[in-house]
């Protein structure tokens, strides 16, 4: 549904460490690097996140990776942790959506809310 998402941040490096090692397990990279911030995507997809440098506090926002298995789930909470992430609700199912919803949820750098999730069975 999206070609890009772009989102300011208030602490530039923090956030460019957090998004790269966080997102890593899920496949997404960084692609490029310029004066307004940076752009990540999947070497397969068109889709990016562009994180942009701001001076005041970033409004919060709430990011949904998809993930493609329950363990990519649970390797992005762990590498979010190692990378500064607050838990904001670890790897499970989430009946409350739909009985295969596994995700899990970290807050970055800025407070926003970070989810990967895989809609697939288990198994």
Sequence with gaps: MFDHVVFGVSDYAASKAFF????EPL??????????????????????????????K?????????????????????????????????PGLRPQYHANYYAAFVIGPDGHNIEAVCHQAEG
Excluded: W
Excluded at 34 to 54: A, F, K, M, N, T
């Design 58 to 90: 970033a409004t919060h926002l709430h990011l949904a990776f998809t993930a493609e298995s329950r363990g990519q789930v649970e390797a992005f909470y762990r590498a979010a942790l190692e990378a500064g992430g607050e838990d904001n609700g670890a």
């Design 20 to 23: 790269l090692k966080a997102l």
């Design 27 to 56: 496949g997404v990279m960084l692609v490029s690097e310029g004066p307004l911030g940076i752009e990540l995507c999947r070497p397969d997809s068109q889709s990016s996140l562009c994180i942009r440098r701001v001076e005041a």
